[in-house]
């Protein structure tokens, strides 16, 4: 029975959803920070799931109870799949938007889609899964919306940006909010064995 999980983060916004969404379950979530755990692994993995592993594996190594890690990041088709796993140091802080719309500057219209994905692992000693999600959009020409984080501005999801959308409206469409409606489903799996 799992009454407990350690986040491999300590990201206030990724706590506060996975708490949200695994307190129907009689889960408690805490934070690496909470669990006194002190270490930050180098996430040298080459997709979203190896760098995933890694985290979820050191911590689990370190508090030796059930532990969830995700990783995350952007793919655009016209730039070969870049950023990627290389998301949160594509560019210096605040400028990763900038960086992507001046590569894609002479992209055409139809060419401009590009997906998010998350990847999160559940490890309870031998026990190791893993669930992704992703959310199909395109690129933007400009930056629109004051919301959300990272590329949120410049990625269009229907008639909107990720930076135009409240959190739930963004949580219901998102990579990972797709990522933890899997793990919910497979905890609850659990619960019941
Ligand atoms: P991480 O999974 O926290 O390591 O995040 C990787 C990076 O991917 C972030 O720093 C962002 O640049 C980008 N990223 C991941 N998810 C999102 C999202 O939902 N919106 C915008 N950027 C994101």
Redesign the pocket.
Known sequence: MINKLVMA?N?KN?LREAREILAPLGIEVISQQEAGVDIEPV?DGVTFEE?AVIKAKAIYNAVKVPVIA?????CVDALDGRPAVY??R?APKGQ?CEKILDEMKNVPDDKRTAY?E?CIVYINGEDIHSMSGR?YGTITREKRGMD?????PI?LYGNKT?AEMSPDE?NKI???GEAMKKLYEYLEKKKGE
Do not use: I, P, Q, V
């Open positions: 983060t990201n990724k996430e760098n995700d990783d995350s990041g952007l998301s949160a594509y990763e998010f998350c959310c959300g984080f990272g590329y949120d990625f990720l963004k998102s990579h990972r």
